[in-house]
Nanobody
Framework: QVQLVESGGGLVQPGGSLRLSCAASGIIFTIYNMGWYRQAPGKQRELVATITNGGSTNYADSVKGRFTISRDNAKNTVYLQMNSLKPEDTDVYYC????????????WGQGTQVTVSS
């Protein structure tokens, strides 16, 4: 059974930092591209950052220079370091795993709330 378990969300003041983690189980982690997405109520889920199984990264323009995605293949975990947080970063953040060359194997975590507010 595939599980993606996110952690690290919470309440932070503007300008602060958080690090999200997503621990994967039930998949061969090294053949999956990993990503973070976010979604506000009533809005479409949007890409935040992705990292391929080879370590190449991609970011939404709104987070470039502030967020960093990384992965630890030994721990089957992907991270999202979020710095200089803004109120508009407030959302539920979801972890995604998508198998390389077989996108039908596409899994999501349950989401973790990030709230940026003073």
């Amino acid at each position: 059974q595939v599980q993606l378990v996110e952690s690290g969300g919470g309440l932070v003041q503007p300008g602060g930092s958080l690090r999200l983690s997503c621990a994967a189980s039930g998949i061969i982690f090294t053949i999956y591209n990993m990503g973070w997405y976010r979604q506000a109520p009533g809005k479409q889920r949007e890409l935040v950052a992705t990292i391929t199984n080879g370590g190449s990264t991609n970011y939404a323009d709104s987070v470039k220079g502030r967020f960093t995605i990384s992965r630890d293949n030994a721990k089957n975990t992907v991270y999202l370091q979020m710095n200089s947080l803004k109120p508009e970063d407030t959302d539920v953040y979801y972890c995604n795993a998508r198998q390389v060359r077989n996108s039908r194997n596409d899994y999501w975590g349950q989401g973790t709330q990030v709230t940026v507010s003073s």
